[in-house]
């Protein structure tokens, strides 16, 4: 059962905010609707239809929405996967060797498995080297912000477009959505 999207991405933050209020961030509506709500902020950078995602997590609803959205999306999920994946395409794999060849995703997102990853730095490596000039590579990072934002003030292919608070709340998510440059 599908819903309508609303108009604008205002509408659909304000719609996020009565959904968790109505049934807890937990719920399968809430995540559903979370994942929508990223995939229109990064369709506004970057038009998705007819594009190559690559997804690293696992988050199946995210690649449900990027389908929605038009996209092409490949699912890479980590060996320790729990409980539903989405459907088409998927790997199992981890987030630090990625089964995808050099410039082959218009947009390389990597949510759920990149805070419990071993090696940060090299997983931020390899969605640089998946993602092709010119397209965006999506993070979601809680326990190694520190670690990879000392990594990209070195990398000169990478130019961050969004902006990090200036005081990072503990046990708060930062959404980075950089572009590969070259």
């Known amino acids: 059962?599908?819903?309508a999207q609303p108009a604008s991405v205002p509408a659909l933050a304000?719609?996020?905010l009565a959904?968790?209020?109505r049934h807890g961030v937990r719920a399968p509506a809430?995540?559903?609707l979370h994942a929508c709500y990223h995939v229109r902020r990064v369709d506004r950078l970057l038009d998705l239809a007819s594009?190559?995602?690559v997804a690293v997590g696992h988050d199946a609803w995210r690649a449900d929405?990027?389908?929605t959205a038009g996209a092409r999306c490949l699912v890479v999920e980590p060996a320790d996967a729990r409980g539903a994946s989405a459907e088409g395409e998927r790997v199992i794999a981890d987030g630090y060797w990625l089964p995808v060849?050099?410039?082959?995703a218009d947009l390389a997102y990597c949510d759920a498995a990149f805070p419990r990853a071993p090696d940060a730095v090299g997983v931020l490596d390899e969605l640089a080297r998946i993602t092709r000039v010119g397209g965006l590579v999506c993070l979601s990072l809680t326990g190694a912000r520190r670690l990879v934002v000392r990594h990209l003030r070195h990398r000169s292919d990478l130019t961050l477009l969004t902006r990090l608070a200036t005081v990072p709340r503990p046990r708060r998510r930062a959404e980075l959505v950089l572009r590969r440059t070259a």
Not at 101 to 104: E, L, Q
């Open 1 to 3: 059962m599908t819903t």
């Open 14 to 16: 304000l719609r996020l």
């Open 19 to 21: 959904t968790a209020l």
């Open 30 to 32: 809430y995540r559903r």
């Open 51 to 53: 594009r190559q995602v």
């Open 65 to 67: 929405a990027f389908r």
């Open 101 to 104: 060849r050099d410039g082959a």
